[in-house]
């Protein structure tokens, strides 16, 4: 974006890295000129600075005053729908469709009991959560958890500390496969020469944080059924936690049978030990663990048929009977040689952010749903063009979606 009249770029202004989080990239940038992060954002965004009194400025990380995203978005050159994404709130409403914890009950009753995935539709039936946000554990204001980080990931100073890693959404890292660890444990690890092994990760949770990260870094993630929004993810695999933590007599016998043939592949007792069902974002570290891991078990069984998922959202997890599909437009397209064309299109796409934006409204015209439409964004992320550059279907104004 350009910078507003008057405003001049910082002249070392590094992007955010793939989910940083605002406070991490703050902290990047004021190191380079010395300073503390408060002094930077206090004497350095000009009329912005102000906003530092609102008491949303407190945690930059949450839900920060749009000026000084844009004030940043100004001096750094980086695109502000980018910084708006090292907030929680610049993930709203895929990651949550609310920020106010007293939508507890209606934000749950949409966001977990609305679909299924392995239990039939409805079959969960009703639950008390008057204060609640998904997956952001709120107490006393206080959202964040012990801070997580990969040890890779740490290795590299340009990469940042992810905002996701702040809450209890993955067990690993989606890019390295490294076990998460507390930060502390990280730093330590790093300073002792004979640092103990990581404790080993079960494949389908590796498979399962992989899913997440395609989902953060391409918008879509691709399912054995269908790839799916991550919005859509996110709220799949909140519901999936959700299942997998209701006790056998409150479903079916044939729910109750799935249940407990996911539990049983992961060696645990039945719902992780838990006793007494609470929200999955008020469970302590370990059970919150044990959840992750039925959840991908059971994602895992689903896809290779040994159980079945009866879920609104169940036939994303298992393949679809092999068939011939004609590619259509795609097909006719390269047919019609102009296969080089899209090619020099899209290498010009990888450098210049109005040749791919250009590039995915040509793309996109004849979709008529969000999933049609990151498909195609999908297709190029995976073509070398940075998913920065390529707008979503709001920014595009693409209202005519459905979901």
Do not use: N
């Not at 895929?94 to 939508?103: F, Q």
């Not at 399912?223 to 079916?252: C, K, M, N, Q, Y």
């Not at 919150?288 to 040994?306: P, R, V, Y």
Request: with cysteine; aromatic share 6%; charged share 20%.
């Amino acid at each position: 974006m350009s910078p507003a009249v008057g405003t001049r770029r910082w002249p070392l202004h590094p992007p955010p890295s793939a989910g940083e989080a605002l406070s991490s990239w703050v902290a990047r940038l004021a190191a380079l000129y010395g300073m503390t992060p408060g002094y930077l954002l206090r004497h350095s965004l000009g009329e912005a600075s102000a906003l530092l009194d609102d008491p949303r400025a407190d945690d930059l990380d949450f839900d920060p005053p749009a000026g000084i995203l844009q004030a940043l978005a100004e001096r750094t050159g980086a695109d502000l729908g980018v910084v708006r994404l090292t907030a929680i709130a610049g993930w709203v409403p895929w990651l949550a469709g609310t920020l106010d914890p007293c939508d507890g009950q209606e934000a749950f009753d949409a966001y977990v009991r609305q679909h299924s995935v392995l239990l039939a539709p409805r079959e969960a039936g009703p639950s008390t959560v008057p204060h609640w946000l998904p997956w952001i554990p709120v107490h006393d204001r206080q959202w964040r958890t012990d801070q997580l980080a990969c040890p890779e990931c740490a290795a590299d100073p340009a990469r940042g500390t992810s905002l996701l890693a702040m809450l209890p959404v993955m067990t690993t890292c989606g890019e390295h496969g490294c076990r998460l660890q507390t930060e502390v444990a990280v730093r330590l690890a790093a300073l002792d020469p004979d640092p103990d092994p990581p404790l080993p990760v079960p494949g389908p949770v590796a498979a399962m944080d992989r899913l997440t990260f395609e989902g953060l870094t391409t918008g879509m993630v691709t399912l054995p059924g269908r790839p799916v929004h991550v919005g859509v993810w996110f709220r799949l695999l909140r519901t999936l936690l959700d299942e997998v933590s209701i006790a056998a007599s409150r479903v079916s016998g044939r729910s109750a049978a799935t249940l407990a043939r996911v539990w049983e592949a992961t060696g645990r007792p039945p719902r992780g030990g838990l006793t007494t069902w609470r929200p999955y974002e008020r469970l302590d570290f370990p059970l919150q663990q044990a959840m992750l891991e039925a959840a991908a078990i059971a994602l895992h069984l689903a896809a290779i048929g040994a159980i079945t998922a009866r879920g609104t959202l169940g036939r994303c997890l298992a393949p679809e009977p092999r068939r011939d599909v004609y590619e259509g437009d795609r097909q006719a397209w390269e047919q019609k040689q102009a296969l080089a064309e899209l090619e020099a299109m899209i290498t010009r796409a990888r450098d210049d952010p109005g040749t791919a934006r250009r590039l995915l409204e040509m793309l996109t015209i004849g979709s008529r749903t969000v999933a049609a439409f990151y498909r195609e964004r999908q297709f190029l992320v995976r073509r070398g063009i940075p998913y920065t550059m390529l707008p979503d279907h709001r920014e595009l104004g693409r209202k005519d979606l459905r979901l």
